[in-house]
């Protein structure tokens, strides 16, 4: 255990957490939303310091990043815990539960990235931020030795602990699970916070790109898809969105996203954004192309990755991209 940033004393040996926007009021031996932030006699803990439940060498496409260093590889980890609850969660047995975890060190982690030749790390699988204390530290000692850090978030954290976090962070992708306050309730969370995460990390100089699981009956309104483009758009139109299809996990039972339903999303979002990908549709080609010339930049065929980029500019046009390579 670490003790907690981001917290208040409150009386009779309350605290409230003010990692992110539930700003949890917890009472003495009790833990807030997200499981692994809790109360020991007045002061909040992070139980799940250096404790990982997941590992893996993924290719970085995985992710999903298509722009940041196509076709290498990342060292993925992952610990419990969450801070919304969504009923279609696919990590939902380490997301909704603590289970059996595996101690580990920065200096470790290091160590099997440097011999994996992963580009560096990635805080991945559960909610990273709820996770704070052991990610900046661990992203401190990577970004020391040259490595990139990346995260893949729900982006529902306060504004000052991610301004904190941000200097250590190269690469960012941010699950846009929908576009109105409606949806997100269900979620037990709220729209705004993660939009301003969305709009900090971009101009704060980290890559971002953005998922939306598309969700039959519940954010497939085109007229809302159209808005959430347009307003990813108003941030930048070269921030990537990914599509994904949805599949029955955890709670839900609802029927998987017909995949001419994923396509006709995907159309639509062209018209506001410069990349557009089908995540997750077996026959769908996923190459990027340059938003002036059209000329192929990186082919994809799953996880195989063919990339023309030397530097972040089409090597046809001359064009600057929103690539880091």
Request: aromatic share 10%; charged share 25%.
């Amino acid at each position: 255990m670490k003790e907690a940033r981001f917290y208040e004393p409150r009386e009779n040996n309350s605290v409230r957490c003010v990692l992110c926007p539930h700003e949890c009021l917890i009472n003495n031996g009790k833990h807030g939303i997200c499981l692994i932030r809790k109360n020991i006699n007045g002061k909040l803990f992070q139980t799940a310091y250096g404790e990982i439940s997941a590992l893996a060498l993924d290719p970085i496409e995985k992710k999903p990043l298509y722009h940041f260093h196509p076709g290498s590889s990342v060292l993925s980890i992952g610990t419990n815990g969450c801070n919304f609850r969504c009923d279609f969660c696919q990590n939902w047995h380490i997301s909704t539960a603590e289970t059996p975890r595996q101690k580990t060190t920065a200096a470790e982690l290091l160590k099997m990235a440097e011999q994996s030749e992963s580009i560096g790390i990635a805080f991945t699988y559960n909610e990273p931020t709820i996770w704070y204390e052991f990610v900046s530290d661990c992203a401190a000692d990577f970004k020391k030795q040259g490595l990139k850090n990346v995260i893949v978030s729900n982006g529902y954290i306060n504004k000052e602990p991610l301004r904190e976090l941000i200097p250590l962070i190269d690469a960012a992708n941010i699950d846009l699970k929908g576009f109105t306050e409606g949806f997100y309730k269900e979620t037990l969370g709220s729209l705004e916070p993660v939009k301003n995460t969305i709009r900090t990390l971009y101009e704060s100089g980290v890559s971002v790109e953005v998922t939306n699981l598309i969700i039959p009956t519940k954010n497939d309104d085109e007229e809302t898809f159209l808005s959430m483009c347009g307003w990813l758009a108003s941030v930048s139109p070269d921030i990537p969105l990914h599509l994904s299809a949805y599949f029955p996990a955890y709670k839900s039972a609802i029927l998987p996203t017909e995949p001419e339903t994923v396509i006709k999303m995907k159309e639509i979002a062209e018209k506001h954004l410069n990349y557009v990908y089908a995540g997750n549709l077996r026959h769908e080609k996923n190459d990027s192309l340059c938003p002036h010339c059209k000329a192929v930049l990186v082919k994809r065929n799953g996880y195989e990755v063919k990339s023309y980029l030397k530097t972040n500019r089409c090597p046809e046009c001359g064009k600057q991209l929103y690539f880091c390579v």
